[in-house]
């Protein structure tokens, strides 16, 4: 890995916002998470205080508890140089809304605003402030990218992935039509108004399908699930997996939704 | 107009399971975006435009009230009539005495989605007098007894084959052998029958894009004509806007133009763009006799100040349903009343009360690609998120969800207790799944299984693993 920011001055200590979703079903990425940022010269740390991020809470009207979960990532992360999350959701909830929902408190706004200015998603991160423009890995096959909304249209996400992506052997990125569509997702919306989410998430299998790629990824795990379990619903043999397994060479694992092979 | 809102997720399952309407909306995702993101594209000004138009109505929603008083004067010094109603009755009630007055019997009208809300034509039927809508779009579901179901092409849920079988039920004094197969034909169909209901109109009803608060002058962009010949043909003009057309100046509108119609439908500008000022006078060779202006405020006025005064900026381009990922896939009916799309979650919570819209700013995935192409620069999913605030205050949220919520947050703030109960759980989860690496159903889980699979967790935590290997070194 070519990380010319790290080379030039003192190691920062970045804090792992592992993110809910990731802890919970998908930890492989977590430590994809941990050797990229240790291969771009980061020392990386995971807060034990952490759950999530507060998102749930606050898209769904309840300011208190979302700020009360907030509270407690401020608390547990604003000591690190950098917060690093492998979600623009995630990081997107810390970095463009935090400031939002402690608006005009003396104690929290300030510490808020503070933990936004230095929280990032993995991938952007990665090129972006640490200067990494390639990785060493290598990824027989085609994949394509999805672009999921909030790191797209909240952190500017879009090149980062793929400038990291064209640096891995062996992989070929086809892009597909539509890649900065909504997949339908949506975090609770998906299934609150589940009928209207699969006929979202149709569009966009149909759309990964006819790229003719044979892997998804994607920088988030949500999305990562919605279209996965569609994906598999439907028959298609196009794994899925999160953008991190491929850059740190991480893929010897099951894809997302697939048994573990030899498991018949 | 019936609000059927309340039933939004019945509305959207027909909506789905229509394949008419369906491969209609198909329409929408191809014709649109692509022609917005050309023409924005073209112009190395657009995003510099967008933030000279935010900043304009923002300067005029500031002064709202000085510049509705100088638009009055400028429109009464020209001969004009204008008139404030507070509500849609009240508004009803002054059109309908306007056409009284003037013994109407007909009136035409150009497309206003203000008429709409206030529920207009269903109420000069009912006291006597015939509208008549002239913008083809309009016109059609007129004929079709239907509201509009989109702001700027209120008939794009309907196809040409069942445009030309309406036109067949409706035009019996026509050739049933004729030809009405292209789309030209039928819009030469339309435009003969309306040239006669032109002539005799009494009364000429339109929308209007903009109001100039220092000339008096009433806008109204169209792409078809039938606005003017609603405006010049009839004796009288009633112009029906709402009080955040107001724009300060003749430049202002002409800095606002520049991005209205490439976020509409990527024109640089529509076909025809009309001035009109107050009625005909001496030297004109034509125009109506008597002039009026409705502005209506049904609520509006409440939402200044408040955390969804930044609605108000709203230039109706429609460029935020054109790109609406729900909206594709259940068109604007479903959203049960008249204004559909990421604009109307926002908007009709206002208008009719969140307590019966609750669906519409709940319904969306926040995924905010109105807010990119929004020229008036309206944070809409921000505004969508402060009607879910108020729900979740109001209580008016299900029970069910409610309680979701409250368990998930209870743990959520105690990361120890957290982190225990998730290692059980996602344990057991993950040995579950670990034949097929995934769950065709799941209890609890209908909402997502009935139509994907759930994808099982890899077993044990992160924080878990993390934890072990930090023992370990």
């Known amino acids: ?264 | 107009m019936q609000i059927t809102s309340p039933r939004f997720k019945k509305n959207a399952h027909e909506a789905l399971q229509n394949p008419p309407l369906q491969k209609a909306m198909g329409n929408v995702e191809v014709n649109f975006i692509g022609r917005r993101a050309a023409s924005a594209a073209a112009l190395p000004e657009f995003e510099a435009l967008r933030d000279n138009a935010r900043d304009i109505k923002n300067h005029t929603l500031q002064h709202l009230d000085l510049y509705l008083e100088a638009y009055e004067r400028k429109v009464t010094e020209a001969g004009g009539h204008v008139h404030f109603a507070e509500d849609a009755d009240a508004a009803r009630k002054i059109i309908l005495e306007i056409c009284r007055q003037k013994g109407a019997k007909t009136v035409t009208k150009g497309k206003s989605m203000i008429s709409e809300e206030i529920g207009l034509n269903q109420y000069l039927e009912a006291n006597g007098v015939v509208p008549v809508e002239t913008d083809l779009g309009e016109y059609i579901i007129q004929l079709r007894g239907e509201a509009p179901s989109h702001i700027i092409a209120p008939a794009v849920h309907v196809n040409k084959e069942e445009v030309e079988a309406e036109f067949r039920r409706v035009h019996t004094h026509l050739d049933p052998k004729r030809d009405l197969s292209e789309p030209t034909t039928l819009l030469a169909e339309a435009r003969g029958e309306l040239r006669a209901k032109f002539l005799a109109a009494d009364v000429g009803i339109t929308g209007a894009n903009f109001l100039i608060a220092e000339t008096g002058t009433s806008v109204i962009v169209t792409n078809e004509g039938n606005g003017d010949l609603t405006q010049i043909l009839p004796r009288t003009h009633i112009v029906i806007a709402s009080i955040e057309k107001i724009t300060p100046t003749l430049n202002d509108v002409g800095q606002i133009l520049r991005v209205l119609a490439r976020s509409a439908t990527g024109q640089e500008m529509s076909v025809y763009t009309t001035f009109s000022t107050g009625p005909r006078r001496p030297e004109d060779p034509d125009g109506p006799d008597d002039y009026h202006v409705v502005i209506l405020d049904n609520g509006r006025s409440s939402m200044l100040g408040t955390d969804f005064e930044d609605m108000l900026r709203c230039i109706r381009c429609g460029a935020c349903m054109n790109h609406c990922p729900v909206y594709h896939a259940i068109g604007g009916h479903a959203y049960g009343w008249v204004y559909p799309g990421p604009m109307g979650a926002v908007l009709t919570p206002t208008l009719i009360g969140v307590d019966k819209s609750g669906h519409l700013p709940n319904a969306s995935t926040f995924c905010g690609r109105c807010e990119s192409v929004c020229p008036m620069r309206i944070p809409l999913p921000k505004m969508m998120r402060h009607w879910r605030e108020r729900e979740f205050e109001q209580h008016l949220q299900p029970k069910a969800a409610r309680w979701g919520l409250k368990t998930w947050a209870w743990f959520a703030k105690r990361p120890r207790v957290y982190q225990l109960a998730t290692r059980v759980a996602m344990g057991g989860l993950g040995l579950m799944g670990r034949a097929k690496g995934r769950f065709a159903s799941l209890p609890l889980a209908s909402g997502w299984t009935t139509y994907r699979d759930f994808p099982a967790p890899e077993g044990e935590t992160f924080q878990a693993q993390w934890a072990k290997r930090r023992k370990a070194s």
């Open chain 1, 1 to 264: 890995m070519t990380a010319p920011a790290a080379a030039a001055g003192s190691k920062p200590r970045v804090a792992l916002f592992v993110t809910c979703l990731v802890d919970l079903f998908r930890p492989t990425v977590g430590f994809a998470a941990v050797k990229l940022l240790e291969d771009a010269g980061c020392i990386v740390e995971v807060p034990a205080a952490q759950t999530c991020c507060g998102q749930p809470a606050y898209n769904s009207g309840d300011r208190a508890d979302a700020r009360a979960v907030a509270e407690g990532v401020i608390r547990a992360f604003e000591g690190y140089d950098f917060v690093v999350a492998p979600s623009g959701s995630c990081a997107g909830m810390i970095k463009a809304h935090y400031g939002e929902l402690f608006h005009g408190d003396p104690n929290w706004w300030p510490r808020a605003d503070a933990l936004a200015g230095k929280t990032f998603e993995l991938v952007s991160f990665l090129v972006d402030v640490m200067g990494v423009t390639q990785v060493e890995a290598a990824f027989e096959g085609s994949v394509t990218y999805h672009d999921s909304c909030s790191g797209l249209r909240e952190l500017g996400i879009k090149a980062q992935p793929r400038s990291l992506l064209g640096t891995v052997d062996g992989l070929t990125l086809k892009e597909m039509k539509d890649t900065d569509v909504c997949c339908g997702f949506g975090g609770t919306f998906c299934v609150k108004y589940g009928e209207i989410s699969d006929k979202i998430v149709s569009k966009k299998t149909k759309n990964i399908r006819e790229a003719g790629a044979g892997t998804l990824l994607a920088g988030d795990l949500g999305c990562l699930m919605n279209m996965a379990g569609k994906l598999k619903r439907e028959g298609s043999g196009v794994e899925v997996r999160h953008v991190a397994e491929v850059l740190a060479g991480m893929v010897e694992g099951p894809a997302i939704g697939e048994k573990r092979k030899g498991r018949d």
